[in-house]
């Protein structure tokens, strides 16, 4: 977040039961709104119009402006899709908001249950294999690449397996029966199942 300096409030004005909007006149020049939680402008003394304001208490009331529409941005995210926290938080970053702000903003939704990694890696991964007849290596690998943790991507494919969500033996003969109805022979079958995520255990 970049300095704002000090200033001198121009106005304040009630934006719901626990949010004021403020309207700042820099001391360098320009204008700053923000939008605040009330507890914390009562806080630093509920300063009314015209009283200056320092430059420390400008930062950490614009420090939580920022914070507030991190996690407004997020909500506006998640109830479009799934997003894990990596993601989220990259979202949240191309948004302008600092990566401080944005894994704070981030680890809130996680507290309110918002993002529950877990539940959506085993989603995927039953996806995955009914989908794309993956094995459960080259899910694993893409749950990794798309952020999810090793704890929950493994987990992800042994829950999706012992609740009967999938049979990956079941997979693996789909997706030979597949690749034989293409005329494939058996060295390019073998390069398929390694592809698709299958060993010589599965």
């Known amino acids: 977040m970049r300095e704002v300096g000090s200033g001198v409030v121009r106005s304040v004005k009630?934006?719901?039961?626990?949010?004021l909007v403020l309207s700042v006149a820099l001391d360098g020049g320009g204008e700053l709104t923000l939008t605040v939680p009330a507890?914390?402008?009562?806080?630093?003394?509920?300063?009314?119009?015209?009283t200056p304001l320092?430059?420390?208490?400008?930062?950490?009331?614009?420090r939580e402006a920022e914070y507030l529409s991190a996690c407004r941005f997020a909500l506006r995210i998640l109830e479009a899709g799934d997003n894990n926290a990596r993601t989220l938080r990259d979202k949240l970053a191309r948004k302008g908001i600092s990566r401080e702000v944005a894994r704070e903003a981030v680890e809130r939704m996680v507290a309110l249950g918002y993002i529950r990694e877990g539940e959506q890696a085993r989603r995927l991964a039953v996806g995955y294999a009914h989908?794309?007849?993956w094995g459960k290596r080259r899910i694993v690998s893409t749950l990794l690449s798309r952020g999810y943790s090793r704890e929950d991507a493994e987990a992800a494919v042994k829950e999706a397996e012992e609740s009967g969500e999938v049979d990956f033996?079941?997979?693996?003969?789909?997706?030979?029966?597949?690749?034989?109805s293409?005329?494939?022979?058996?060295?390019?079958?073998?390069?398929?199942?390694w592809r698709y995520g299958f060993g010589q255990e599965d």
């Not at 033996?169 to 034989?180: F, H, Q």
């Not at 293409?182 to 199942?193: N, Q, T, V």
């Open 169 to 180: 033996s079941e997979v693996r003969e789909t997706l030979i029966k597949r690749c034989r």
């Open 54 to 62: 320092s430059d420390t208490a400008l930062a950490e009331l614009s």
């Open 131 to 133: 989908r794309n007849l």
């Open 39 to 50: 507890s914390l402008y009562e806080r630093i003394g509920s300063p009314a119009a015209g």
């Open 14 to 19: 009630r934006a719901g039961k626990e949010t």
């Open 182 to 193: 293409r005329g494939l022979g058996p060295e390019k079958i073998r390069a398929a199942l």
